[in-house]
C-alpha cells in the first residue's frame, strides 16, 4: 500500500493522462466514502489514485438550457443547498438526501453513488426518472451517456479505461412536473435501501399525465428504468387504478436477490408499494405548480386530508 | 515513495506534516500531530465519532485522506474551548451529564456546532436528524438532545 500514489489534476485533460497512463490500477477518488473503505478492506488496491475535486467544470453547478449540469464531483451537501436545484427537482434531491448522514454527504458525490455501481445507490433511480445524461471524457474525447446505462452489475461500470464521469445534465422540466424518490430501510437514517423507487411525471393542463418515468432501486443487479410502470400513469389522472397498475408492473420488473435486508417476496412486494407512494408524492408536487385557484390543486388537498 | 508534505490550517494555526497516502485524516491528526481529542470509533464513516471541520464541513476524517487536506482549513474538538473556558455546547453536556464513557463526546460536539451555525433554533426533531450520524452507546442519546437544545437557547440570547 506504501506504493499508492496520489494526484490531484486540475484538468479533466490531464486526469484523463493520469488514468490511461497508469501501469496498474487507477482509481478516481471523489468523496472517497465508498473507496476508502474498499481500500481499507483490501477489496481494491489502487495503484494510483487520481483526486478529481481540484478540477472546476467537475465541482459547479450551473444553468443549461433551462435545466441543471452539476459536476460529477460536487458534494451532496453542496445539492441539497442548491434552492434552485433542490425546488427544480425535489424528486432528485430526496435520493440524494438520503446517501449517509450529513458528515458521509458531505464529502460524497453523484458520480461516486453512480460509479460505485450499488444495486441500492439511492441517487441513481431519482437521477433516472429524471432523464439525466451523464458527460463522459476519456482518451478518445467526450462522449454522451444515460444514467441507466453507466453501471451494469454490482460493482461494474460501462466506462473504459481513463474515462470520467464528468457531469450529469438534468433537462428542462415542462409545466406541472413533479418527481420524488423513496426508499424503504428498517431504520430511518444511515441504513441500505431494501427497495428504493423513483417517479417523474407531468400533467397536461386537464391533469392527465402526458409523460413518465419510473426507476426502481435495490431489486436487480442494478438500478431499473421500468417503462411498463410509466406506461401504467401515461393517459391517466394518476388515479387508483392506474396506481394500481403501476404497482403491479413496478413488481413484475423485480429480479432481487434474498438478502439479510429481506427476502425476493418481500421486495418484491415493497417494490410495488414503494412505487405507488412515489407517484402519489410526484403527483402532489406536480399539481401543486397549478394555480392555487385551479380544481385539480384543490381536489388533490381534499385527497390528501383524508 | 517519498511521503507526502502537506500544508494546512488546523483550528486557525498553519501546520505541515508529512504523511502517505494511505493515511487518513484522523491518523494524521492522532498519530502525526498528536491531537487525540479526535476519536476512532468505526473507521467506515458508520459512528461520527472522528467528526471534524474541512473548511466548514462536517466531514468523517477516517473517510478524508490526509494529503487531500493541502491547503485546507481543518476544525477539530481541540480548538472548540480556549484554555479553560468552555464552549456553551461543552458546558452543557457537562451541566446535563450528556456523556458517560466520552468517546462520542468530541465528535457530536463539532457536529453539534456545525448544526447550531446553520440552524441557530433547531426542533428536537431536527437535533436528532442533525446527530444522526453520530453514534452514542451509552447515553441512550436523550441528554445529548437535551444539551445541545439548552445550549442553542444560551446562545441564541448571547
Ligand atoms: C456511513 C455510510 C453511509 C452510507 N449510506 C449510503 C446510503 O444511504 N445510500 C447510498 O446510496 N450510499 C450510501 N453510502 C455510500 C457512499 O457514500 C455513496 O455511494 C457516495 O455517493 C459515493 O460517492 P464518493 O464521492 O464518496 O465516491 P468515491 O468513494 O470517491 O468513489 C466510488 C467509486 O466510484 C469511482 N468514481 C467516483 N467518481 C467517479 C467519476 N466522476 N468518474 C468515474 N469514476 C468515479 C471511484 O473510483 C470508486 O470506484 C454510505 C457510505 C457510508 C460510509
Ligand atoms: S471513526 Fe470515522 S465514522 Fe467512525
Ligand atoms: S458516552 Fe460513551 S459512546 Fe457516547
Known sequence: MSEMRYEAPKTLAAAVALLSGAKGQASVLAGGTDLLIQ????????????????????????????????????????????EAFAKAWPGVTDGVKLIGSIQVKGRATVGGNLCNASPAADSVPALITAGAAVSIVGPNGR?????????????????AKGE???????????????????????????DIAVVGAGVNLTLDEKGVCSQARVSLGAVAERALLVSEAAAALIGTKVDAAALKRLAAAASAACRPIDDKRGTKEYRIKVAGVMARRAAEIALARSVSSFAPTHSLRKTARTQDSI | ????????????????????????????????????????????????????????????????LGVETEGKSIQTIEGMGVGKDLHPLQRKFLEHAALQCGICTPGILIAARSLLERNPNPTEEEVRYGLAGNLCRCTGYHKIVDAVLDAAREMRRA
Open chain 1, 39 to 82: 481500500m481499507r478492506a483490501g477489496r481494491v488496491e489502487p495503484e494510483l489514485l487520481v483526486d478529481i475535486k481540484g478540477i472546476p467544470e467537475m465541482t459547479s453547478i450551473v444553468a443549461e438550457n433551462g435545466g441543471f449540469r452539476f459536476g460529477a464531483a460536487v458534494t451532496c451537501m453542496e445539492l441539497i443547498e442548491h
Open chain 1, 143 to 159: 462522449r454522451e451517456a444515460r444514467v441507466e446505462d453507466i453501471a451494469t452489475e454490482p460493482g461494474k461500470i460501462s466506462l
Open chain 1, 164 to 190: 470520467i464521469v464528468v457531469s450529469f445534465l438534468l433537462p428542462r422540466r415542462p409545466p406541472h412536473s413533479g418527481d420524488a424518490y423513496l426508499r424503504f430501510t428498517p431504520r430511518t437514517e444511515m
Open chain 2, 1 to 64: 515513495m517519498a511521503k507526502h508534505h502537506v500544508t494546512a490550517t488546523i483550528n486557525g494555526n498553519g501546520v505541515e506534516f508529512l504523511c502517505e497516502t494511505h493515511q487518513t485524516l484522523l491518523e494524521v491528526l492522532r498519530d502525526e500531530l498528536g491531537l487525540t481529542g479526535t476519536k476512532e470509533g468505526c473507521g467506515t464513516g458508520d459512528c461520527g465519532a472522528c467528526s471534524v471541520t474541512v473548511d466548514g464541513r462536517l466531514v468523517c476524517s477516517c473517510l478524508v
